[in-house]
């Protein structure tokens, strides 16, 4: 089992940055895949950005490339999502997933989330 608490919501204007933060409980194995979720109100959860733990390989939602960045920090076994220029429509509760990469479900940990409000 693994915990994920996430960290760093938060109320901003548009064009603000936030930086989430997304702690495991345990070690993070070089299986690992973490990634960044967000879910608006009265909408689906959506994909925003994964990373691989062993090589670092990332991959963005076209809504964010160019503005968020996903990067980890191994020995502290935390992922990051750094979000600039921060839009309305990016407000929602953030997750932070973890998986195993190969498995048929790809996230099988899930955070409790985080709250982001851009206002405009």
């Known amino acids: 089992q693994v915990q994920l608490v996430e960290s760093g919501g938060g109320l901003v204007q548009a064009g603000d940055s936030l930086r989430l933060s997304c702690a495991a409980s345990?070690?993070?194995?070089?299986?690992?895949?973490m990634g960044w979720f967000r879910q608006a109100p009265g909408k689906e959860r959506e994909f925003v950005a994964r990373?691989?733990?062993?090589?670092?390989?990332?991959y963005l939602a076209e809504s964010v490339k160019g503005r968020f960045t996903i990067s980890r920090d191994n020995a502290k076994n935390t992922v990051f999502l750094q979000m600039n220029s921060l839009k309305p429509e990016d407000t929602g509760v953030y997750y932070c997933?973890?998986?195993?990469?190969?498995?048929?479900?790809?996230?099988?940990?899930w955070g409790q989330g985080t709250q982001v409000t851009v206002s405009s």
């Open positions: 990373i691989t733990w062993s090589a670092g390989s990332t």
């Open positions: 997933a973890a998986g195993v990469v190969g498995n048929s479900s790809p996230w099988d940990y």
């Open positions: 345990r070690r993070i194995y070089s299986t690992y895949r």
